[in-house]
Structures are given as C-alpha cells and as structure tokens.
C-alpha cells in the first residue's frame, strides 16, 4: 500500500524525493501518514480536496481487501 501511495503521489509533486509514507497498525484500522515538502502540500490537496479525494478513494479501494479500515492522513 506504500508503494502504492508514493506511485500516486510523486508524479504529482516538485520534490518527489521528500515523498514519505508511514505506517500506524492498529487493532481494527491502519493509518497511512503521507508527509511531502511544505511547498508540495497544495498540489497534493487540490482545488478543493479533490486530488486528495481521489487518493483516498483509490487507496480506500485497494484496502477494502483487508478486514481493517484504512485511513489516509495528508501532513
């Protein structure tokens, strides 16, 4: 799944190489922390939410696989 996110995200950006994703397991969901460079943050988030709303939905999709919630938290 971060591989997945990083894919998505790094085309998107200007320094692709300050992309990180994190991983938080807990008993009922897992949480992704995705951090870019502060100057990377608006073109991540989108007019609106709606590139941030598109990740989340294709992330949520490959994730529905598994038991757990996913969470997807922009930083």
Avoid: C, F, Q, W
């Avoid at 460079?37 to 073109?43: E, L, M, R």
């Avoid at 709303?53 to 996913?70: C, L, M, N, P, Q």
């Amino acid at each position: 799944m971060k591989a997945l996110i990083t894919t998505i995200v790094k085309p998107l950006v200007d320094h692709p190489e300050a992309v990180e994703v994190t991983e938080k397991e807990e008993t009922n969901k897992i949480v992704y922390h995705l951090t870019v460079h502060p100057n990377d943050v608006g073109k991540v988030i989108g007019k609106n939410g709606r590139i941030a709303k598109s990740i989340r939905t294709v992330v949520y999709a490959v994730g529905s696989e598994t038991k757990k919630r996913i969470y997807l938290d922009i930083m």
